[in-house]
């Protein structure tokens, strides 16, 4: 399994292809009506998030949950149910990445990135047309002042975003962006761009980070079937004190994660993937329990802990 994380950190060549990626407009409104016409088909009602939208933390794993039925497909599916429609979601993913900028998606209409290698074509074949949100994220930009944040109007949906949103939202109806990290940040920056997005939420935007609490590819363990605990102790302990941070609301120990255990260096190499979970640990508000929506990991060492606030 194969798949860039570090678009800061990449060659040219892999950067362009994947800004190229996806398919043209037209096939994605057809797919958008395909979409709205399956939903229509299975009667199922939805029911619209009133009020203020929680914040969100997913552990995305791999690109093939987009395509397979699991436990944690299921509970993502769920989930969506649970929390109900939301008028825009904000996603701020670990496979957007730069250097000394922050910068927001205005695309009208945001393309599906296969920003991976290696995977069936089924995989590559998939289309997750959601409109985006220009105007949002706009106001998402302006929120972070006097942090100046650049505007890209060509800039799609990666695996972060679309594998997720695939199973909360299949429809693919509800308006979508994202938002850049800036990876020569340390965490404390990152926990405060999610407080200063946090009153997004009370315009019913879903802030959602994605990632994985632990995140290194090199030390998976494959064909091992999912489990409930990572199956070395490093991947397990770091999870489990992660979780203790998180529910005591220890954002000093989360932002300190080097510190969390002794082997915190090899559950998270590098912090593209934790550094979502502070956006949305940061977005939560004063009261705000943490809910662990899921628990578990897949190939031994990769956590897929779902966290939400409000």
Not at 105 to 116: G, K, R
Not at 128 to 140: E, F, I, K, L, Q
Not at 300 to 306: A, E, I, Q
């Amino acid at each position: 399994m194969t798949h860039s994380s570090r678009l800061g950190h990449a060659p040219s060549s892999t950067r362009r292809r994947i800004v190229l990626a996806g398919s043209g407009l037209g096939v994605a409104a057809s797919l958008f009506g395909a979409c709205r016409v399956a939903a229509a088909a299975t009667g199922e009602s939805r029911r619209q998030l009133a009020g203020r939208a929680p914040a969100i933390f997913i552990g995305h794993g791999s690109p093939m949950n987009a395509i397979e039925s699991n436990d944690y497909t299921r509970a993502l599916q769920q989930w969506g149910r649970d929390i109900g429609v939301p008028r825009a979601i904000l996603v701020v993913s670990a496979h957007w990445l730069t250097q000394r900028e922050v910068r927001v998606s205005v695309a009208e209409q945001p393309e599906t990135m296969h920003d991976f290698g290696g995977f069936p074509p089924r995989l590559h074949a998939m289309q997750y047309p959601a409109p985006g949100a220009p105007a949002v994220a706009r106001r998402a930009a302006a929120s972070l002042v006097p942090q100046r944040v650049g505007l890209s109007d060509e800039r799609g949906l990666d695996h972060g975003a679309w594998t997720v949103l695939h199973h909360l939202y299949p429809a693919a109806d509800v308006p979508v962006f994202q938002l850049s990290i800036d990876i020569t940040r340390a965490g404390g920056y990152h926990l405060g761009m999610g407080r200063a997005l946090a009153a997004l939420r009370d315009e019913g935007v879903l802030i959602l980070g994605s990632g994985n609490v632990v995140h290194n590819l090199r030390d998976t363990l494959r064909g091992v079937p999912a489990s409930p605990r990572g199956l070395t102790p490093w991947a397990d302990e770091f999870d489990q004190r992660s979780k203790q941070a998180i529910d005591a609301g220890d954002t000093r120990a989360l932002i300190d994660y080097t510190s969390l255990s002794a082997e915190a260096l090899r559950a998270v190499p590098f912090p593209d993937h934790y550094f979502p979970l502070l956006y949305a640990m940061g977005a939560a508000q004063a009261g705000e329990r943490a809910r662990h929506v899921f628990e578990g990991f897949q190939a031994g060492t990769l956590s897929m802990r779902c966290v939400q606030w409000g």
